[in-house]
């Protein structure tokens, strides 16, 4: 079944540590994202992909960095989290070419908490 | 400067009972314009997409407007059930399909 999955779901670590988000998806597109949302919010796209080795860096500017080595793999990684980086992290995918709507489709997100 | 602003920010109707949400946009070029809706603790997912010649658009109980000349949409839901609760995104795609979000609006349904 063609879908977008994201782990873990939560997360609950303290300051200082590594962590890397994991976003897979079997949809088949070659475009991926990566939004951060704050409660009651707008999303902030924070990253962007067109498809394998490439990576764009999006609207809102984060200390994450992302990495597009497989076509259906979209992980990002944090060196070290700070309490200023909770929040929920959504991944999406698109088609991506003219005569497309590029629309995306989102994974369930991971709510981050640095304590 | 592009944004999109919706209304009311939040909204409670009891279930059975129809709603309409607004959305305004100063985007320009304009592209599409989406409505998503966000379960707590989830995704979005995309209700409609609509171009610049449509002017409505209808998926099951959720109908959406757009008037491309006042730079308005709106979204209306009809017989709410329970599981309308959640939040519903104006977003609209500008040049080279760059997304701009709106906030949403907060929807509950009370039985």
């Known amino acids: 079944e063609a879908d977008i999955y994201q782990t873990p779901r939560y997360l609950v670590i303290g300051t200082g540590k590594k962590i890397t988000l994991e976003c897979s998806q079997t949809m088949g597109h070659d475009k991926m994202y990566w939004y951060q949302q704050d409660p009651g919010m707008e999303l902030h796209l924070i990253h962007y992909s067109y498809g394998v080795n490439s990576t764009e860096k999006g609207d809102l500017s984060s200390e994450s960095t992302v990495s597009r080595i497989r076509t259906e793999h979209f992980p990002l990684t944090l060196e070290s989290a700070r309490p200023s980086h909770t929040s929920q992290y959504l991944c999406a995918s698109s088609e991506w070419g003219e005569g497309s709507y590029n629309e995306q489709f989102f994974g369930p997100g991971t709510r981050l908490t640095v304590l | 400067k592009n944004q999109v602003e919706q209304s009311p920010q939040s909204l409670i109707i009891l279930e059975g009972k129809n709603c309409t949400l607004q959305?305004?946009?100063?985007?320009?070029?304009?592209?599409?314009l989406r409505w998503y809706k966000q379960d707590t603790g989830r995704g979005p997912v995309s209700l409609t997409i609509?171009?610049?010649s449509e002017n409505t658009k209808s998926n099951g109980r959720y109908t959406a407007t757009l008037d491309a000349d006042t730079k308005q949409s709106s979204l209306h839901i009809t017989a709410s059930q329970l599981s309308d609760s959640a939040s519903y995104i104006c977003?609209?795609?500008?040049?080279?399909?760059?997304?701009?979000w709106g906030a949403g609006t907060k929807l509950i349904i009370k039985p």
């Open positions: 977003v609209v795609a500008g040049s080279n399909y760059q997304l701009i």
């Open positions: 959305c305004n946009y100063t985007v320009s070029p304009f592209s599409n």
């Open positions: 609509m171009t610049f």
